[in-house]
């Protein structure tokens, strides 16, 4: 069975461009999380889909970030205009049952 | 607001030692309690999962306890290997599954 699959793994963009994030979650996983870790930072929860709906976004940063899940399958998630601060590494995790989260690889984003 | 905070934040030690990793949590209205294993420039695997009615969970050289009361958790690593260095992560989690993550202990086991 497919894990969670992050694309890209890496991202070098300048300051002002627009990035989008992808993730594709385990199949049959109704609920995908995204996360992001900052250097120096703990990791940070960013929004909570079940299936197309936004359950939680209560961590998105500001309206620079825009995260969809169109027919509940893969989510995107597009930074713009990406800012220096935005550098870090994103995650994103599905599950079936709320409680256990598979989580992906990561895609680090770094804004120059 | 829930917070976790992770003690040491950086450990190194000779191979063959038992070490403990320490977390703490403040609220201790928890659905259960993750460690998760993070090696450089990779995602993070799970290791132990506890549950909010459980004490510990073992998985080979590794047993994670809680106590929800206290708001704590320890991960105890036994007869640590050079394989073991990574970053470990204690995580709590929301009814939601939200988790909410301690900063990290980073461990150096030298051969």
């Known amino acids: 069975e497919a894990g969670v699959t992050q694309f890209p793994s890496h991202s070098v963009i300048e300051k002002g461009q627009t990035v989008t994030l992808r993730c594709d979650p385990i199949?049959?996983?109704?609920?995908l999380y995204w996360y992001r870790r900052v250097m120096g930072k703990e990791i940070k929860f960013l929004l909570h889909f079940v299936k197309e709906s936004k359950q939680d976004e209560s961590g998105m940063p500001n309206n620079r970030f825009l995260a969809e899940r169109t027919g509940g399958t893969y989510s995107t998630l597009k930074v713009q205009p990406a800012e220096l601060e935005d550098s870090g590494v994103y995650f994103c995790a599905s599950s079936q049952v709320p409680q256990e989260a598979f989580f992906g690889q990561g895609t680090r984003l770094t804004v120059v | 607001k829930q917070e976790v905070t992770q003690i040491p934040a950086a450990l190194s030690v000779p191979e063959g030692e038992n070490l403990v990793l320490n977390c703490s949590f403040t609220?201790?209205?928890?659905?259960?309690l993750q460690w998760f294993r993070q090696d450089p420039g990779k995602g993070l695997t799970s290791l132990l999962l506890?549950?909010?009615?459980?004490r510990e969970q073992t998985s080979g050289r590794l047993n994670a306890s809680l106590d929800k009361s206290s708001g704590r958790s320890t991960l105890y690593i036994a007869a640590s290997q050079p394989g073991d260095s990574a970053t470990y992560l204690c995580a709590v989690t929301a009814n939601t599954g939200k988790l909410i993550f301690g900063q990290g202990t980073t461990l150096q086991v030298k051969p």
């Open positions: 506890i549950q909010s009615s459980q």
């Open positions: 199949s049959g996983h109704d609920n």
């Open positions: 609220d201790s209205a928890i659905y259960n």
